[in-house]
C-alpha cells in the first residue's frame, strides 16, 4: 500500500524557512516516477510548487518560488524534501505531496501539511 507521509509545517515569519519533508513508502524511487510538491490556499485550486523526475533529477519549479525554494530527493530514504526559503505570506497553504509513476500510471497523495507565514 503506497503513502505518503508530509511533515515539517508550521507557523513562520515573513522572510523565515521551514523545510517540508514527504517519506515514502509502498513503492520505489524508480526511473519512471515524478515527485512534487503542491500546494491549495483556501478558495484556491490546488497548484504544483516543485517537482523532481527520480530518473535524471530534473526540477520544476513555480514562477512564484524560483529561486526561494529548493526540491530534492533522497534515494536510499525514499524521501522528497523542500526548502523553503524567503517565505511571504502569500505561501501560506496546505503543502500536499504526490507521486506518478509513469510505468503503471499511479498517481498518490499525502494528507498535507499546513504551512502558515505570518507575524
Known amino acids: 500500500q503506497v503513502q505518503l507521509v508530509e511533515s515539517g509545517g508550521g507557523l513562520v515569519q515573513p522572510g523565515g524557512s521551514l523545510r517540508l519533508s514527504c517519506a515514502a513508502s509502498?513503492?520505489?524511487?524508480?526511473?519512471?516516477?515524478?515527485m512534487s510538491w503542491y500546494r491549495q490556499a483556501p478558495g484556491q485550486e490546488r497548484e504544483l510548487v516543485a517537482a523532481?523526475?527520480?530518473?535524471?533529477?530534473?526540477?520544476l519549479y513555480a514562477d512564484s518560488v524560483k529561486g526561494r525554494f529548493r526540491i530534492w530527493n533522497d534515494n536510499v530514504k525514499n524521501m522528497v524534501d523542500l526548502q523553503m526559503n524567503g517565505l511571504k505570506p502569500e505561501d501560506s497553504a496546505v503543502y500536499y505531496c504526490?507521486?506518478?509513476?509513469?510505468?503503471?500510471?499511479?498517481?498518490?497523495w499525502g494528507q498535507g501539511t499546513q504551512v502558515t507565514v505570518s507575524s
Open positions: 504526490n507521486a506518478r509513476d509513469s510505468y503503471t500510471h499511479g498517481d498518490w
Open positions: 509502498g513503492f520505489t524511487f524508480s526511473s519512471s516516477i515524478q
Open positions: 523532481i523526475t527520480i530518473a535524471d533529477g530534473d526540477t
